[in-house]
């Protein structure tokens, strides 16, 4: 996420930070610098506000550095000292959405479900840009109050309050910024921390010697294992060439990850239809899969917003299945496991999203066809993944996976979290 920097009167604030949320409350600082020492992130912000703890992390690489102000903590505080106006008065807000114009010309836009800053949900670009994430955001639904500049009023969301960036920002009775320290970022390693890095350093020196020992025996071994190997692949691709493979690419013919996850983020409708409470909302290649509990509401209510809804015989569930219609894509050439997976898994790291792999075994029937037929084994490897989106829309997910060979099985959003299945292809 790209930092941003303006100016307002004599200070420096600064959007684009990468929020995540701290668990351990007695020491939220030595948290937040182990976690940016992890995301390769040198700069934090700690903001605590309503119970909640997060840290904001950028990089001075970007162009941040220490000390300047952190726009979004000081909204979100802002926001719980003071309310916002919905729903016919003013109330403490959980969830909210704010798209703001910068002094400079550019928007902000801010994002907080459950008084937490979504991963992505900070970040400054032009207005066409902000608009577009504001009300893709805005489909999702739950969002108490959108704050944002007077000329978004016309636009018809639901409890707008007009707000303009400098109205957040505590001023002094001669007009000039409050500013507070702990709106600053602070550097994420200090002189404390790096003697165990150094002592770990000094154990590593004293351990190499005896270890280049083990591994020059070792290597002779690996040698001599390496050149029977090649002399048996060379074999087993004499073997491949003499005789065509019998099943098809199950790669070819779906569509790619980036089309897939568009279509199901579009698509997700009906989040309260007729009352009814949204349980599961499964997307796939062929289809859309809804799953509503009555929550109190009446049939007559969701057929009058979904027709095609079908019923249990209790009349306490519905289900919807509606059709999709995506272009596929024809199968193509496959990367080695390690150039395909390890940008996908070190983006997500970088993400701080949890990823899950696992080898799926060829299937029996297949395996029982090859021994029939002499074919050979089919000429790639399948790993199932899956993973949450930890606030992201699948869409942004996508992008990550849309590599040579990754295809996406299911894509599902319960009470409005989205996890993505799938399978990897490789050489």
């Not at 030595?30 to 992890?38: C, N, S």
């Not at 403490?92 to 994002?111: E, K, Q, S, T």
């Not at 790619?256 to 997307?283: F, M, Q």
Request: aromatic share 8%.
């Amino acid at each position: 996420m790209a930092i941003h920097i303006i100016q307002i009167e004599k200070h420096r604030f600064v959007c684009g930070l990468f929020w995540q949320s701290l668990s351990r409350p007695r020491e939220l600082a030595r948290e937040a610098r182990e976690l940016g020492a992890k995301i390769d992130s040198d700069l934090y912000v700690l903001r605590t506000d309503q119970s909640t703890a997060q840290a904001g992390f950028g990089q001075s690489a970007d162009g941040a550095r220490r000390g300047m102000f952190s726009l979004g903590a000081i909204i979100s505080k802002t926001l719980a000292l003071e309310g916002a106006y919905f729903d016919g008065e003013k109330q403490r807000v959980h969830n909210w959405l704010a798209a703001l114009r910068l002094p400079d010309g550019m928007w902000a836009y801010f994002a907080a479900r459950d008084a937490n800053f979504l991963p992505n949900g900070d970040f400054a670009g032009t207005r066409e840009e902000v608009m577009e994430r504001l009300h893709s955001d805005y489909g999702l639904g739950g969002w108490s109050v959108v704050l944002g500049d007077a000329e978004l009023s016309d636009y018809g969301f639901h409890n707008f309050e007009a707000r303009t960036v400098e109205s957040f920002i505590p001023h002094r009775k001669d007009g000039r910024i409050r500013a507070h320290r702990w709106w600053g970022l602070q550097p994420v390693h200090t002189r404390g921390n790096r003697w165990p890095a150094l002592a770990a350093a000094v154990l590593a020196l004293a351990l190499a010697g005896g270890w280049v020992h083990v591994q020059r025996l070792r290597a002779e071994q690996r040698a001599a294992q390496a050149a029977e190997e090649a002399r048996i692949a060379e074999r087993q691709a004499v073997l491949r060439r003499a005789a065509p493979s019998v099943q098809p690419p199950p790669w070819g013919g779906k569509p790619t990850p980036t089309s897939l996850a568009r279509a199901c983020v579009d698509g997700l409708g009906h989040l309260a239809a007729g009352g009814w409470l949204l349980d599961e909302y499964v997307c796939t290649a062929d289809t859309a899969s809804y799953a509503w509990s009555r929550h109190g509401s009446t049939l007559d209510l969701l057929r009058a917003e979904v027709p095609d809804a079908v019923f249990d015989l209790g009349g306490e569930k519905a289900t919807l299945a509606v059709p999709l219609r995506l272009e596929r894509r024809p199968p193509e050439a496959l990367l080695e496991r390690r150039a395909l997976m390890e940008p996908i898994i070190s983006g997500l790291q970088h993400m701080g999203i949890a990823f899950r792999i696992a080898s799926v075994p060829p299937a029996a029937a297949t395996q029982q066809a090859q021994t029939q037929t002499r074919a050979p084994a089919p000429q790639w490897q399948a790993y199932s993944f899956s993973c949450d989106s930890q606030g992201l829309l699948p869409t942004a997910l996508a992008e990550l996976l849309d590599r040579p060979g990754v295809r996406i099985d299911r894509i599902v959003n319960r009470a409005g979290h989205w996890s993505i299945e799938g399978v990897m292809y490789v050489k």
